[in-house]
């Protein structure tokens, strides 16, 4: 399965979050590499939508649709701020 | 290959980058989104160009099912990190794959129709010449643009442009100096994305002036 970036999930955290979150700094958890969720790397079949960490590939997001609600993991995140 | 001009209702304005999502109902309830770079500058009306892929789920209807007054179900505009405002004043290096060019046409258009002047190189590598999307509009002379072109499969005869891959050398050719302070935007398929990206933080380019957008045979 290729890997895109988070540009490619612009569309479902504007969704989840009410807000653009492209630019949003997000920190890993694991590793501490810094940097906005448009460079995180993402796999959107996954199943489910997969964002890990460009630094260590750590599993940073994960999101999955059932029954039309969305489920939100961002424990690989120690921080996810808006800058904006 | 075919732009789609939308007409949508209150739509909000859109900056020189973003995208949109696409999202067609089939009548038994099954969806298929696919996210599409809007081809248009700011202010003007917002069109996407759609590749058709012959397994595609939605690129089949958008480029030859879809009629004019038909309505499509749109998310956007979105995403905020691969922009371009013309406050930035930084030369700029774009840099091109495939279809990856309708983001970056965007940006030429907002860059012409802002009355911009900053110096911009462009770099963009397609398959063969018919593969090159908006190459009438690439091609008129514009003040301060500079197009260069490379044919990785096919070449006409007399092709003067470049015509391999795009690796070091033929970005260290075409890339501003890492002295200028450009601000570059790469955008194409994934493992195109990964050698611009790479090449130009060796040239120099700090990472965060290299943005990036990177998609898939699944995407735009």
């Known amino acids: 399965m290729e890997a895109l970036d988070g540009n490619a999930i612009g569309g479902l955290l504007l969704d989840v979050f009410g807000a653009e979150m492209t630019t949003a700094e997000g920190v890993c958890a694991e590793c501490g590499t810094t940097g906005p969720v448009a460079q995180l790397v993402v796999y959107l079949e996954a199943p489910g939508t997969v964002a890990r960490c460009r630094g260590c590939s750590a599993i940073l997001m994960v999101m999955v649709e059932v029954r039309g609600i969305t489920c939100v993991d961002l424990r690989g ?8 | 290959m ?73 998310r956007g505009p979105i995403g905020g990190y691969f922009v371009w405002d013309p406050e930035d004043e930084s030369p700029l290096l774009l840099v091109a794959g495939g279809s990856g060019i309708v983001p970056l046409r965007a940006m030429l258009r907002h860059r012409r129709r802002s009355g911009s002047n900053v110096p911009v190189r462009l770099l963009y590598s397609s398959r063969t010449l018919e593969d090159v999307i908006y190459r009438a509009e690439l091609d008129e002379p514009a003040d301060g643009i500079e197009v260069a072109y490379t044919l990785t499969r096919e070449q006409p005869p007399g092709w003067s442009g470049y015509a391999r891959r795009v690796d070091a050398e033929l970005l260290a050719d075409i890339a501003w100096p890492a002295d200028d302070g450009a601000l570059a935007f790469v955008c194409g398929p994934t493992s195109f994305v990964e050698t611009v990206a790479n090449g130009l933080v060796e040239l120099g380019y700090p990472p965060n002036r290299v943005k990036t957008e990177r998609f898939g045979a699944t995407g735009r």
Do not use: F, K, M, N
């Not at chain 2, 900056?15 to 696919?34: F, I, K, N, P």
């Not at chain 2, 009306?45 to 595609?56: C, K, Q, S, Y």
């Open chain 1, 77 to 84: 995140l120690a921080e996810l701020e808006r800058t904006s």
């Open chain 2, 2 to 74: 075919r732009t789609v001009v939308l007409g949508v209702p209150d739509w909000p304005g859109h900056r020189a980058g973003q995208h949109l999502d696409v999202r067609l109902t089939a009548e038994d309830g099954y969806s298929a989104e696919r996210e599409y770079s809007i081809a248009t500058a700011p202010g003007e009306a917002v069109a996407i160009t759609v590749e058709r892929l012959d397994d595609g789920e939605v690129s089949p209807y958008l480029t030859e099912e879809l009629r004019h007054g038909d309505e499509l179900e749109l």
